[in-house]
């Protein structure tokens, strides 16, 4: 089945976590966050996120199974740990985005999504900048660096802001 995605498994409290990344955004596994919450009918609780919180996907297991199940977004998650308004869900929110969320996005991270460091030469001046995003970005502190260069009357046949004034 080529649309089955395999789980990642988190355990807290002899509870599992199936967790999955779909289209770059994490997702948990209805049922196993419902149980680790404690709620009563986690059947049920699906139904309290929003309709583009919730999907149905495909697990596939080790042993070649498959599974369909339901699954709630990140906003999904957060927004089920308010509704049911508990003093362990403070731990429960912690822990979700201080370990398996990043755990999650560092995992699929695309390699090519992180910023670069670089040195790029202008006017024969050296500047700090980050290639990220297909954009070069520069930092505030060497801004007016980069624009006194570009603004230096010898440097320049086109017309600058120096000079106008």
């Not at 599992?16 to 770059?24: E, F, G, P, S, Y």
């Not at 297991?61 to 977004?73: C, D, F, K, P, Q």
């Not at 998650?77 to 755990?103: K, Q």
């Not at 995003?133 to 660096?145: C, F, N, S, T």
Request: with cysteine; glycine share 2%; hydrophobic share 40%.
């Amino acid at each position: 089945m080529h649309d089955a995605r395999i789980p990642i498994v988190f355990q807290r409290h002899n509870h599992q976590l199936r967790t999955l990344m779909v289209d770059n955004q994490p997702w948990l596994v209805a049922h196993d966050f419902a149980r680790l919450i404690g709620a009563l009918r986690p059947y049920r609780m699906v139904r309290l996120v929003d309709p583009h919180q919730r999907r149905a996907v495909v697990l596939l297991h080790a042993s070649g199974n498959s599974e369909e199940v339901l699954a709630i977004s990140e906003a999904g998650a957060y927004r089920l740990l308010y509704r049911f308004n508990h003093p362990e869900h403070r731990c429960i929110s912690r822990w979700l985005s201080e370990e398996v969320l990043p755990t999650l996005y560092d995992r699929y991270r695309d390699p090519d999504a992180t910023p670069l460091r670089a040195r790029m030469t202008w006017t024969n001046q050296q500047v700090n900048v980050l290639k990220w995003q297909g954009d070069l970005w520069i930092a505030r502190r060497d801004l007016p660096v980069f624009l006194a260069a570009h603004d230096h009357p010898a440097l320049s046949d086109e017309p600058s802001r120096m000079r106008m004034r």
